[in-house]
């Protein structure tokens, strides 16, 4: 498919509004506030860390011991998700299957299976998997170009995304989102990543403006760029980044790295929720010329209250912090801002300490933990139930899911 071929003009590829979130004055971060945009603060936090505690921001946890057998073993899991009821594991780095199992630890099947045939994936990785919650369709992004559906009934949908100005590409993530999808593409030579929007059958949303769809593609500096009633974006970046979903809204970074823009459900139009403001550390690089603080945006969930966050802060994290990256809380309702010393500390039932990988659309939070890292962490713990189930546990065994509810 050409974009010649596309019929029907594009209202709104996109609109964005590009909001240098450094710029640092008091009366541009009150503005940012009063317009409904949250600024979250990173200048302020960094040096006023502190322990946070679980209860902080949850009323419970609970730990499932996954199945184990031949058919539901899975290897190193490093990503989890829980839609449903449903808990879906991808296999280590090297994915060869994306496992079910029940909130008793109930092994369910597989979602799809890898080969090249029609429905089947060739390539996965940890953030490959969504869910339609309305819907109840299951899906696995194919690390090539195509999204794969699988739905209730059995039934199964491709949506695969073809170059919209006829040259080698690269597509960052397929998203459905309602009843149409949202594509990043990048073009092959070019550090400029865009958005691009499909209808319900995967055909392409109207046409790109001139200097897209006719002549060279080429980076361009960040703005705005108008053709008649159409808007396209464009920005300095190398990855627009899939962030998460919260509750009906689909979140996605822009390329500058400190915005985080909300789609509503079969909406083409990018509404700003939040906007990280680096202060003086945004331009600050290292030895090698790279940022010194990175917003790791992949990572980034967000509940009811919070917005959970992880940076690499180099040498600005907190000298008792053991981990090598740096935890950031941001309270939606106080606006606070608060880098934390490792993960939150559980002081709920005395167990290991937790970061949700997950947050499910009813709010529950969880992660995934290796039984020989459980069995270990459980003889330092003062969590009777981590005991009970670390009992259960060999090194052979799979991984334990721990679910926090807020």
């Known amino acids: 498919m050409k974009v010649e071929k596309t019929q029907k003009m594009l209202t709104v590829v ?32 960094i040096g006023n860390e502190r322990v946070v505690y679980l209860s902080e921001v949850a009323s419970a946890v609970d730990y499932i011991p996954l199945e184990t057998s031949e058919e539901s073993l899975v290897g190193m899991a490093r990503h989890i998700m829980l839609e449903n009821d449903v808990i879906y594991l991808p296999e280590g780095s090297g994915i060869q299957k994306l496992s079910r199992f029940s909130l008793s630890g109930e092994y ?46 059995g039934s199964i949908k491709e949506i695969t995304v073809e170059s919209p100005i006829g040259k080698n590409f690269s597509v960052n993530f397929i998203k459905k989102h309602g009843d149409i999808y949202i594509a990043a ?45 159409m808007i396209v974006s464009f920005s300095p970046i190398t990855s627009l980044t899939p962030l998460y979903r919260y509750k009906e809204q689909l979140m996605i970074l822009n390329g500058s790295k400190d915005t985080i823009f909300s789609f509503k459900s079969n909406s083409t ?72 010393i490792n993960s939150l500390v559980n002081d709920i039932d005395g167990g290991i300490s937790f970061w949700p990988q997950h947050i499910s659309r009813d709010g529950k939070m969880v992660s995934v933990i290796g039984a020989i890292d459980f069995i270990d962490a459980a003889k330092e713990s003062k969590s009777q139930k981590m005991k009970e189930v670390a009992a259960t546990l060999t090194e052979e065994s799979n991984p334990v899911v721990m679910v926090v509810t807020p």
């Open 269 to 340: 139009v990018a509404n700003v929720r939040y906007v990280v403001d680096m202060g003086k550390f945004i331009n600050e690089k290292d030895e090698f010329g790279s940022l010194l603080i990175k917003f790791i945006a992949s990572f980034t969930r967000e509940s009811n209250k919070h917005l959970f966050m992880t940076f690499n802060l180099d040498k600005y994290k907190p000298a008792l912090n053991k981990e090598f990256l740096a935890r950031v809380l941001f309270n939606k309702e106080t606006n606070q801002t608060t880098v934390l």
């Open 108 to 153: 369910l099947g597989s979602v799809g299976k890898r080969g090249r045939a029609f429905g089947e994936y060739v390539r996965l990785d940890g953030f490959s998997f969504d869910y339609d919650y309305q819907a109840g369709i299951e899906m696995i992004y194919d690390r090539g170009n195509k999204l794969i559906e699988y739905y209730p009934d």
């Open 14 to 45: 996109i609109t964005v509004i590009l909001i240098a979130a450094s710029c640092g004055s008091e009366s541009e971060v009150e503005s940012k506030l009063q317009s409904g945009v949250k600024v979250i603060s990173l200048e302020s936090a």
């Open 185 to 229: 593409i990048g073009i092959d030579g070019t550090k400029t990543q865009d958005l691009i929007f499909l209808d319900s059958c995967g055909t392409l949303i109207g046409d790109f403006p001139d200097g897209y769809s006719k002549g060279d593609y080429q980076e361009k500096v960040g703005g705005t760029l108008r053709e008649g009633g």
